[in-house]
Nanobody, 117 residues
Framework: QVQLVESGGGLVQAGGSLRLSCAASERMFNIIAMGWYRQAPGKQRELVAHIISGGSGITNYADSVKGRFTISRDNAKNTVYLQMNNLKPEDTAVYYC?????????WGQGTQVTVSS
């Protein structure tokens, strides 16, 4: 069973930066897409950023993070990253990585990001 291991969360002041990483515990051969979601207290989980695995790596971002967050991938390492710049208090949430491989949908355990004002 593939596990996704996230790292990079923490506490940062508004305007600061964090980089999240998510690595699969074993080689994955048919990744379709990789992404990051977040869930703030009392709110539903929402898509933050999404990247197609193959080809040009088309990306998609939530409007609230466009221009501040960048998703990237390393297919050889089965790793997805989320660079978060100019963080705002409203970015505070638990961030989850997601990898879709064939018909399977894998989730990380979540990493807390807290942005203080």
């Amino acid at each position: 069973q593939v596990q996704l291991v996230e790292s990079g969360g923490g506490l940062v002041q508004a305007g600061g930066s964090l980089r999240l990483s998510c690595a699969a515990s074993e080689r994955m051969f048919n990744i379709i897409a990789m992404g990051w979601y977040r869930q703030a207290p009392g709110k539903q989980r929402e898509l933050v950023a999404h990247i197609i695995s193959g080809g040009s790596g088309i990306t998609n971002y939530a409007d609230s993070v466009k221009g501040r967050f960048t998703i990237s991938r390393d297919n050889a390492k089965n790793t997805v990253y989320l660079q978060m710049n100019n963080l705002k208090p409203e970015d505070t949430a638990v961030y989850y990585c997601n990898i879709v491989e064939s018909a399977y949908n894998y989730w990380g355990q979540g990493t807390q990001v807290t942005v203080s004002s």
